[in-house]
């Protein structure tokens, strides 16, 4: 069976980008606060993560009661649990997030979940399959790829780019890129604001210049993101304990 990622691979710098990718998570992954830590560190990159993605989406990451930040919120806690669900069944982990995500925002209840009648629903279809297929694309690549689709898709009308953020993240966990969830994409995204919306537009665009511009920038996302989650290491191992 061919791999329907070798075209990607293919692609100017992407293998590149995604190891490089690849060692900056690994390098956090191997610090010390990883030992006992890690889920105090995976607990910071969550709320780090989700006040990133909220921004990205317009929300106001320092206002408790902003909904969008609260979907985000409730999406970055949900990963560990949705890395799980996601190989056997990404079409319900992604109903899932978009119903945590966008609890605040739609006045219907049945919204929730469900793909609008008129987004593309075999292009879903076709994303969701591909997202579990065999491949020697690297996960990075991988996520990248869905957070892209799902960005191009904007299949539910609400909370799209907080829950494609989320579903990266749950990706990059999933195939076991960031298997302690302690890295922080969402802030890299960020970082590289300016060009988040005019490169996931390349992408959407379907150009082969396109994806890859797109592909390497979320592999330079995720590598500021590992550097993020690197300083919340460090923050925890040398936090002085509470007493008591």
């Known amino acids: 069976m061919d791999d329907p990622l070798a075209g990607v691979l293919s692609l100017t710098g992407v293998g590149a980008a995604a190891a490089q990718a690849r060692s900056s998570v690994d390098a956090l992954l191997r610090h010390p606060a990883m030992r006992r830590d890690a889920g105090r560190v995976a607990a910071l990159s969550a ?51 978009h119903m945590l995500a966008a609890r605040d925002l739609v006045s219907d209840p049945d919204q929730l979940g469900r793909p609008r009648a ?8 076709q994303l969701l399959r591909l997202a579990i297929t065999r491949t020697a694309a690297p996960g990075v690549v991988v996520a990248a790829l869905v957070h892209g689709e799902l960005l191009a898709l904007r299949p539910f009308g609400s909370a799209d780019g907080v829950v494609a953020r989320a579903a990266e993240r749950v990706v990059l966990v999933s195939v076991g890129v960031d298997t302690k969830a302690v890295s922080v994409p969402e802030a890299g995204h960020l970082a590289l604001e300016r060009a988040y ?48």
Not at 79 to 89: F, K, T, Y
């Open 118 to 125: 008129s987004s593309d629903a075999e292009r879903l279809d």
């Open 47 to 97: 709320l780090r993560g989700a006040q990133a993605s909220a921004a990205l989406d317009g929300g106001d990451p320092d206002a408790v009661d902003d909904p969008v930040l609260q979907g985000a919120l409730r999406v970055t806690a949900a990963v560990p649990e949705l890395a799980q669900v996601w190989g056997r069944s990404p079409r319900q982990a992604l109903a899932r997030l």
């Open 197 to 244: 919306d005019p490169l996931a537009q390349a992408y959407a665009s379907g150009a082969p210049e396109g994806v890859g511009a797109w592909i390497r920038q979320c592999a330079d996302a995720y590598a500021r993101g590992a550097e993020v989650g690197l300083t919340l290491a460090e923050h925890v191992r040398t936090a002085v304990p509470e007493a008591g």
